[in-house]
T-cell receptor, first 115, second 111 residues
Framework: ETGVTQTPRHLVMGMTNKKSLKCEQH?????MYWYKQSAKKPLELMFV???????ENNSVPSRFSPECPNSSHLFLHLHTLQPEDSALYLC??????????????FGPGTRLLVL | TQLLEQSPQFLSIQEGENLTVYCNSS?????LQWYRQEPGEGPVLLVT?????EVKKLKRLTFQFGDARKDSSLHITAAQPGDTGLYLC???????????FGTGTSLTVIP
């Protein structure tokens, strides 16, 4: 138990569906992250929020829309996804963004399958 | 995109054997981290190294940072089934900036 929870753990959706992934951290951290983990590819950083403000968007397609209502919660809204978007989506948090040796705590991930 | 190469990609060994996995880059790291990810879970941080030549030990795991800070190794002594998982390295090229992840080494320890 890392203190970061994600729901749902598994999700199957069609290309025309709209769904949301939820992440919650109980660590009192100020920074939260979304990563995508695909088979045979490195973890890809998607979005970074620091003190509820989005600070990084690594050229993620607009069909992925993040939302951070407060420092403890992070959402990833999904719409009109493609089959190649099927992957494990990981949420992480850290004390602050930008520390030289920041420790990121990861949630268990949401396994997404787009049909 | 920065590239971290990990080798081997897959490793299957018997319980009690020793093993070493590697993480390499053509650029200098400001700091480097090793994670272990078990099936169905997210990565968990094992260690952070920041000084060239640094060696850190965590029970049966020994982590070494290369003198030039371009590479790192993880050595496991007397592997146990509980060591099974995906070992990921992640390096930051600028202090406080994004960590870039390697593709990982998938380790299976057979009882």
């Amino acid at each position: 138990e890392t203190g970061v929870t994600q729901t749902p753990r598994h999700l199957v959706m069609g290309m025309t569906n709209k769904k949301s992934l939820k992440c919650e951290q109980h660590l009192g951290h100020n920074a939260m992250y979304w990563y995508k983990q695909s088979a045979k590819k490195p973890l890809e950083l998607m979005f970074v929020y620091n003190f509820k403000e989005q600070t990084e968007n690594n050229s993620v397609p607009s069909r992925f829309s993040p939302e951070c209502p407060n420092s403890s919660h992070l959402f990833l809204h999904l719409h009109t996804l493609q089959p190649e978007d099927s992957a494990l989506y990981l949420c992480a948090s850290s004390q602050d963004r930008g520390r030289a040796q920041e420790t990121q705590y990861f949630g268990p991930g949401t396994r997404l399958l787009v049909l | 995109t920065q590239l971290l190469e990990q080798s081997p990609q897959f490793l299957s060994i018997q319980e009690g054997e020793n093993l070493t996995v590697y993480c390499n880059s053509s650029s200098v790291f400001s700091s480097l981290q090793w994670y272990r990810q078990e099936p169905g879970e997210g990565p968990v941080l094992l260690v952070t190294v920041v000084t060239g030549g640094e060696v850190k030990k965590l029970k049966r795991l020994t982590f070494q940072f290369g003198d030039a800070r371009k590479d790192s190794s993880l050595h496991i002594t007397a592997a146990q089934p509980g060591d099974t998982g995906l070992y990921l390295c992640a390096g930051a090229y600028v202090a406080g900036n994004q960590f870039y992840f390697g593709t990982g080494t998938s380790l299976t320890v057979i009882p």
